[in-house]
């Protein structure tokens, strides 16, 4: 799968880890900074995953910061972005099982590394089921989304 991932100075580290994991297990992953431990604004970072994910350059996000909230509230300010912070399995599956989920977001300091890698690779694997119910739902988003926001 075609992989975005970024992090601010925050989440730098366990960006890089995710990102030579997910390598290794065969996915195409394009990271976009950042490059070091300097200190850098997240939502410099969810643009440029959030535009590659809307452009097709990547089917899915990874967003990494200190909490995981900032990054979170910046990719949803983009039309297209269903960006999830998730610290758990469940979450990072079920959000694109029935919210069709593109973008995850991870907070550096409450995650640790094998947590972190867990979560992911759910995510990364997890598909949208389209159930009606799910799909109404979504439709419902998609409306708000249009109503809202006009390019």
Not at 61 to 78: D, H, R, T
């Amino acid at each position: 799968m075609k992989v975005a991932i970024a992090g601010d100075h925050a989440g730098f580290g366990l960006k890089q880890i995710i990102a030579d994991d997910l390598r290794k297990c065969g996915h195409d992953v394009t990271d976009y900074g950042a490059c070091d431990t300097a200190p850098s604004d997240y939502p410099d970072f969810a643009e440029l995953v959030c535009n590659a994910v809307r452009k097709g350059e990547a089917e899915r996000g990874v967003l990494v910061c200190g909490s995981g909230v900032g990054v979170a509230v910046a990719a949803n300010k983009f039309p297209g972005i269903r960006a999830g912070l998730c610290h758990d399995h469940y979450s990072a599956h079920q959000g694109v099982e029935h919210d069709d989920m593109n973008v995850i977001c991870l907070g550096s300091r409450i995650l640790g590394q094998e947590a972190a890698r867990e979560i992911v690779l759910a995510f990364l694997a997890a598909r949208y089921t389209g159930e009606e119910r799910h799909a109404r739902r979504l439709s419902k988003v998609l409306a708000i989304e249009r109503r809202y926001f006009k390019e």
